[in-house]
């Protein structure tokens, strides 16, 4: 049997459950990174579209903000670096993702302004992990046309403060 969700189905089912604990958030915020020697972590999931999040962000720090920061709780308290991956545009909660533990983000970066990102994520001290557009430069681009992209967004982001995670460059 499958039933298949719609993203209607799927916020309903967010705001009905309310803040009942996920089985799997408490056991990776209790006990999961001890095992490994670890300099850091990576999350990711994709709360955005290709214009803004998927909900409201008091809908996010409603319901996800406190999963998260559970699940992030034992790298947190390790000292370890958090690396979050999210699709979309997540803009309005960069300030929640860095108040929760995060250290560098690999965002979508076609959904952004480059220099109001890479503004914001000085701002924030966030380390930005920066890739090409594999959908578009990386597979019908000429060879200069990658370079060219990569140098550009490279040039952006590079200044004393900045933190960099270079990506398929």
Not at 17 to 24: C, E, F, R, S, V
Not at 104 to 115: C, F, G, K, R, V
Not at 155 to 160: D, S, V
Request: with cysteine; hydrophobic share 40%; proline share 5%.
């Amino acid at each position: 049997f499958v039933k298949i969700l719609t993203s209607k189905s799927i916020l309903i089912f967010i705001f009905q459950i309310g803040q009942t604990p996920n089985p799997l958030h408490q056991h990776l915020g209790s006990n999961g990174f001890g095992v490994f020697r670890n300099d850091a972590v990576s999350f990711g999931d994709d709360y955005g579209s290709e214009r803004s999040l998927l909900m409201s962000p008091d809908t996010w720090r409603r319901f996800f903000k406190p999963r998260l920061k559970r699940m992030f709780r034992a790298a947190v308290d390790r000292g370890l670096d958090i690396h979050f991956h999210s699709c979309g545009q997540v803009w309005d909660i960069l300030p929640d993702l860095k108040d929760i533990g995060v250290t560098s983000i690999w965002p979508q970066l076609p959904a952004y302004d480059m220099e109001m990102l890479a503004a914001r994520c000085r701002e924030l001290q966030l380390a930005v992990e920066i890739h090409t557009d594999r959908a578009n430069t990386m597979t019908y681009g000429t060879p200069q046309q990658v370079r060219d992209l990569g140098d550009g967004r490279v040039a952006i982001h590079i200044e004393p403060s900045c933190k960099l995670v270079l990506y398929q460059l």
